[in-house]
Structure formats: C-alpha cells, structure tokens
C-alpha cells in the first residue's frame, strides 16, 4: 500500500523566489505597479510576511489591553454579539407589528431612529408597545433632536418602571449631529450626569463614527474624528465633575463597515487600539464598546437586491472583528420605504453569520494575518496622527468651527466622485452591469438641516437613470467590420450607455456607411456611438461620423480612446470620464434630472 503525503517534500517557499515569479508574471514592469493606494491615503502592498512588521506591534490577547484582538476573552458562543434592526418612526415599512416581527425572528436590540420624526412618549410606547425593554436593549440614533429626544427615552424607561440597571443607549454625539443635522454642540453635562446615576445602565454618548463614514469621511479620519470626539466628550464631563476614569465607560464607539473587507475589519481592531491609548492616558483600562452600522453610503437604489452582497460582506467584516451589537442595513434603506421581505433578508444576514457561518466562535479569527495587523497597524498610526493635530489645533469642535472639517469631507467627496466618474471605484448594478428592467426605488427624502447633506456613491447615476426612467432613450450602437472585430466595444457601450438609463440598439455591422446610417434612422435613437477595432476605425470611422450626422444624430461618441475625427464628440473607454460623458448625453436629449 503506497505511503499518502501531504506536501511533506515541498521546498520551502522564499521571498526571494517570489519575486523571481512576479517578476516574469509582470513582463518588465515594476513591483511598485501592483502597489495601491486607497482613496482614504492608505497603502496596500501586493505581499505581507512578518519581517515587513513592525517590532513594537503587539496585538496581545483577547480581553486584555490594547484590546486589539477584542475586548473580550471568550465569545458569548450563543449571541457573540447584539443583533440590531433599525426602528424609525414615520417610515413606511417600519411600524410596531415590524419591530415584534424581527424580534421573534431573533433580533435581540433596537435601533431607534428618529431621523424622519420624533415622536410623543404616547405614540413612542405604542411603538414598542410588548417590546420587553429590559431584553431588548434600545440604541438610538436621536438625529437632530439631541437632549429633546434623549428625554424622551429616560421619560419612557421611568413610564415603563424600568429598573436603573437596564441596558440602554443614548448615543448623544452633538459634533456629528452638528454637521450632519444642523444641531446643536453645547449639552447640559450636569444634568446628563444626573441622568447617569439614576439610570446606571445607560450609556450616554457615543463617538460615531458612522456618521462620518455617511457623510463622505475616509477611513482614517472615520477613525481620528472618532478619537477627538471621545477626548472633547470626557473632557466636558470632567469639566461637569465626573472623572475621566467614570465618564470614559459611558461612551461608546460607532462604526460603519463596507464593501472593503480587510479595510473595514481593520478598522474596528484599529478603534480599539485608539481607544486603549486615550484610556491609558486618562488611567483608565476601559474596554470599548463598539457598534456597527453596515454603510448606507454603498448602497444603492436601482438594482437594490445588489446591496444584500455589500450588506452580507460589511457585516461579516465586523463579525470577524468583533464587535459588541450591530445594524446591518436593509437593502431598501435608503430608499422611501422598507418592506416586510427586505428587513427579514437583513436580520437573517446576521443570523446565519452567527448560527450557520459560526463567524463568532473564535475571537479574532483574522489575528496574526500579517497583512490584518498591518493594516490594522497603519490605520491607527494614522489616525492618531490626525487626531494629535486636531488636539493641537485646539480640538474637533474649534476645527468645526473654522469649517476645517467640512473643508476635509468636500475633498474627500471629491476624490470619491472622481473615482466613481471614471469608475476606477466600481459599483455593481449601477455603474458597472446595470439592469435597465430594474426600475429605481423610490428614493428617500433627506431631511438634514446641516451644512453637509449625506453622501451616497450612486446618487449622481442614480439621478440619471430616474432622468430617463419614463422615455427610455435608445442608442444607436453603430457597429463596422465583422461581428468578431466589434463586439468588445459593442458590449462595452452597451453597457456604458446602459448606466445612464439609454437602451442600446445594435447595428448589423458591415462596410457600407450609408446602410449604418440607414439603420440608424430606423431605430428611431438620437444619438449613436461607433464601435468597431482599431483598424476599422482607421478606415470608416470618418465617413461613417459623417454619415451619421446627416442621417440627424444630436450626439455621437465611438468606443475607444480619443482620435481626430471631426464629427465626434465625445468617446467611450475603460478609465474615462464615464459620467461626464453620460451627463453629456443627457443634455443633448433634454432629460431632466
């Protein structure tokens, strides 16, 4: 019988052989090539091993400081962490027969959100009317409402006779609140603290940096306004007379995780190293309490059932992280309503994270990665970079009020809007294999009073496709030489077009220009866009402009990189300026956004 064996006489893999692989693999280019830079200023490099760590990282042990490996010990194997479903009165689909659905189907928190409303302690209690409070612990997003709203929960706990241990959360954060909803800065700290002892199981404030995720932030200065925020918080309860060492546990951290896998993971290690370190300087060995909230500003609004895939990898990146409760979004949240069918798909998510994908069995899972705590690493070191600027600076709240940090979320925007312009930042179903029978969901209404609205990456292609939802536009696809030769580029425009809601019609090919321009006139599209190869191109692709212009086309682009040819306006290529182009068009065909 022949002796089984598994890989016992394979060499030992060495770095310098690797590079002996990249190098024939990239055929003269350079190793720098496969380095990137994340729009939030990141490096990533295209191979980890541990002589590129640094000697002073140190993750340590779950449950110990720094805590970057997470603040616990041992898992809780049977609820690693608090399944939260968003609760906001006045949105349609979101109601007390909704909230009783998702906690019998294993929600076990509430986040209640009153961006669309604030409601009386009437209407509030018959909300959550059989909701056991003392369970199911409330987390609250108070929006723009501030202490009005934090009253109104400590006015239906002591309605409700609930006892002063409960677990609850107040998540008051006025710096983000400011910006994001025009609210205020300045809070009663003494009758906050009053409020704290009388009910010792809330925690007052939170630092949330979800907040900033949505209103365009990266994730470094997600991570370094976080850490300001915590600072100026424990100074002002200190200055209301509790001390740092009580203030610190009752703030917590919010967090939002996306579509980046390895950067949102990073993050949430990254928030608790930072954490340890103001904790260490205020004497205190606090463990941070971290919620996460999937991002709303990945999402999108046509082809919705797209984002359950961002939604499902956001949470499993905070799930292997490690954190304390968390919302994953509905796939309909940032649109008009939720449905019974969407808040049932998001709460399951979770569940199946947990109770099938077992994500919280082992704490830290993604520990010892060497790219993991690199990241992790040179995320921190960032951030703490940042924030020890602000702090010298005079803190988050004098940068808000020189307009500095609004001035940093413009910018950051901008580098955002330019990647998803030329869609080097691809989005699934909108700017990349957008589905034209997917009408857009009805989008929501933004009712912010702050100097910044929030920020979505589809909202500008969004705008497009509800522009032409209700003409259905069509595009010509003129296409020259044989059918192998021009459907790479027919496909490409096709699906370029496609973004903008224009509806692609496909020409037969061929040499005869005037036939093309006969199709075109038939298909009754106004505008056209010339795809063939290259040496085509060289041939027809003047007359065939030419042609198409006395056949009436009002716009008219060609598939490839830009040449002379007079008739042409505009042209379509991978890296190009995609939605520039389509606003173009638009403006041609007199769509309104």
């Known amino acids: ?90 949105r349609k689909g979101s109601d007390q027969k909704a909230v009783m659905t998702d906690l019998n189907g294993g929600v076990s928190a509430i986040m209640l959100d009153f961006s669309q409303q604030l409601p009386t302690l009437a209407q509030l209690d018959k909300l959550l009317n059989e909701v056991m409070l003392d369970i199911a612990p409330l987390s609250v997003n108070l ?46 700290m003494s009758r906050l603290i009053a409020i704290s002892q009388a009910h010792q199981g809330l925690r007052l404030m939170t630092a949330s940096g979800a907040t900033w995720h949505d209103l365009g932030a990266s994730v470094v200065q997600e991570l370094a306004w976080v850490a300001a925020s915590i600072t100026e918080y424990v100074r002002q309860f200190d200055a209301a007379g509790l001390a740092p060492e009580q203030a610190l546990p009752k703030i917590t951290i919010c967090l939002a995780t996306d579509g980046d896998f390895f950067a949102s993971l990073a993050k949430i290690r990254a928030a608790r190293l930072i954490f340890a370190n103001i904790a260490a300087n205020l004497g205190s060995a606090t463990a ?8 709303l500003r990945a999402l999108s609004d046509v082809d919705p059932w797209v984002n359950i895939l961002r939604a499902t990898v956001s949470g499993m990146a905070a799930g292997i992280a490690g954190v304390d409760m968390m919302t994953i979004a509905a796939c309909t949240a940032t649109s ?31 520990g010892g990665s060497w ?20 702090e010298a600076d005079g803190g988050l709240s004098q940068a808000l009020a020189k307009g500095e940090i609004n001035q940093a979320i413009v910018a ?115 505008i056209a866009v010339i795809c063939g190869s290259d040496d085509d191109y060289e041939t027809l692709a003047q007359p065939l402009a030419a042609a198409l212009r006395k056949a009436g086309v009002i716009h008219l682009a060609l598939a490839g990189k830009p040449r002379a040819i007079d008739e042409v306006e505009d042209y379509c290529f991978a890296g190009g300026p995609a939605y520039e182009l389509l606003r173009n068009i638009h403006s041609k065909l007199g769509l309104a956004e």
């Open 1 to 90: 019988m022949s002796t089984l064996e598994l890989g016992t006489n394979m060499p030992a893999a060495s770095h310098e052989a690797w590079l002996d692989a990249v190098d024939a693999a990239l055929r003269g280019k350079s190793l720098d090539s496969l380095v990137s830079t994340d729009l939030g200023g990141f490096t990533r490099q295209p191979l980890y091993t541990q002589e590129a760590m640094a000697d002073d990282n140190v993750s340590g042990l779950p449950g110990f400081v720094p805590y970057t490996r997470g603040a616990r010990a041992v898992n809780d194997k049977f609820l690693p962490w608090q399944i939260a479903q968003r609760l906001t009165p006045g």
């Open 412 to 526: 950051q925007r901008a580098a955002f809007n330019t990647a998803i312009d030329n869609r080097s930042l691809p989005l699934v179903g909108v700017s990349e294999f957008p589905n034209l029978d997917e009408a857009p969901l009805a989008a929501a209404v933004d009712k912010s009073d702050g100097t910044l609205d929030g920020f979505r990456f589809a909202a500008r292609y969004e705008a497009l496709r509800r522009a032409a939802q209700a003409s259905k536009p069509k595009v010509f696809m003129a296409c020259i030489g044989s059918m192998a030769s021009f459907t790479p580029r027919l496909n490409f425009a096709a699906n370029l077009y496609a973004v903008g809601g224009l509806h692609a019609v496909a020409g037969a090919g061929g040499s005869d220009v005037e036939a093309i321009a006969a199709e075109f006139s038939k298909s009754t599209a106004k």
């Open 371 to 390: 790219y993991v705590e690199s990241l992790t690493q040179d995320l921190a070191e960032q951030a703490w970079a940042l924030f020890q600027r602000l």
């Open 336 to 366: 008009a309503s939720d449905n019974e069918l969407t808040r049932r798909i998001a709460r399951n998510t979770q569940i199946i994270l947990q109770e099938e994908s077992h994500i919280g069995q082992v704490a830290d899972a993604a």
């Open 143 to 188: 929006a723009a409402h501030g202490m009005q709203a934090a009253e109104l929960i400590i006015s239906l706990r002591e309605h409700r006779n609930l006892a002063s241990d409960v677990v609850g959360f107040l998540n008051l954060d006025p710096l983000s609140a400011h910006v994001r909803y025009g609210a205020a800065i300045d809070l009663d």
């Open 288 to 295: 941070p309490q971290i919620h996460v909230e999937t991002s």
